[in-house]
């Protein structure tokens, strides 16, 4: 069995933590490789890396979510937490690319499609959700794939 590359980073970055006594960090990234074990148990696959950008995308999407009912809620105690775990986990993702970068990203995928309507954003999507995983926020992504559409 072949580990990813972003599992053993993971691995890695936990033993760091653990040397470092930085209990915090330790509890993420274990709860990251935690939900990596759980899907290879469950699905009986070796997460690969790009399932594992996937997880940890859908990890940081989950503690936005979260950070943002706190805050409503007016806990901000709770919701700087979720923001300490979200900064802990984009640690393993790619850089995060700007609202130009993903244009650029849309627009070759257009050009490529000749997506002119609504009806062509799941095909798009299709398109572009592999070349943006883990290094946008999909919710971003959909909303500028919709902006270009309606143009």
């Not at 936990?14 to 209990?23: E, G, L, N, S, Y």
């Not at 330790?26 to 990251?32: D, S």
């Not at 940890?56 to 979260?66: G, I, P, Y």
């Amino acid at each position: 069995m072949t580990d990813s590359t972003l599992k053993s980073r993971l691995t890695d970055a936990m033993k760091d933590a653990m040397r470092a006594k930085d209990k915090d960090r330790l509890g993420v990234i274990r709860m990251a490789l935690a939900e990596f074990k759980r899907v290879e148990v469950d699905e009986r696959i070796e997460v690969d890396d790009s399932r594992g950008l996937a997880l940890l995308d859908k990890m940081v999407k989950q503690r936005r979510d979260a950070a943002s009912q706190f805050s409503d809620a007016g806990r901000q105690d709770l919701a700087d937490k979720e923001n300490a775990e979200i900064t802990v986990l984009q640690d393993f993702l790619p850089k995060q690319l700007s609202d130009d970068e993903i244009n650029a990203i849309i627009e070759a995928a257009v050009s490529e499609t000749g997506a002119a309507s609504m009806q062509d954003m799941g095909r798009l999507m299709g398109i572009v959700k592999p070349k943006v995983q883990g290094a946008a926020d999909m919710g971003v992504v959909s909303k500028l794939i919709k902006a270009r559409l309606s143009n």
